[in-house]
Nanobody, 121 residues
């Protein structure tokens, strides 16, 4: 069984920083991409940033230059460093991993339960 556990959310003032972590555990054979998504009240879930196993990254236009995604393959962990936070960044942030739990099973998407980030003005 695979689990993704996010941590690092909280309340921060506009202009501040937070660092989110996502640790994948359980039966994991290989992890392809890992990513962060967010969902604000009344909005659809949207991609914030993603990183491949080789380190290629992509970002939503709204966070480019402010957020940085990284990962530690040895620890099956992804990070999201968020700087210059804005009130519009307020959302529940979800970790996603596209991974294979064993060599006989293809890759599937797994999700964490989310961590709340609140940015006050």
């Amino acid at each position: 069984q695979v689990q993704l556990v996010e941590s690092g959310g909280g309340l921060v003032q506009a202009g501040g920083s937070l660092r989110l972590s996502c640790a994948a555990s359980g039966s994991i054979f290989s992890i392809n991409a890992m990513g962060w998504y967010r969902q604000a009240p009344g909005n659809q879930r949207e991609l914030v940033a993603a990183i491949t196993s080789r380190g290629s990254t992509n970002y939503a236009d709204s966070v480019k230059g402010r957020f940085t995604i990284s990962r530690d393959n040895a620890k099956n962990t992804a990070y999201l460093q968020m700087n210059s936070l804005k009130p519009e960044d307020t959302a529940v942030y979800y970790c996603n991993a596209n991974l294979s739990p064993n060599p006989l099973v293809g890759r599937m998407d797994y999700w964490g339960k989310g961590t709340l980030v609140t940015v006050s003005s």
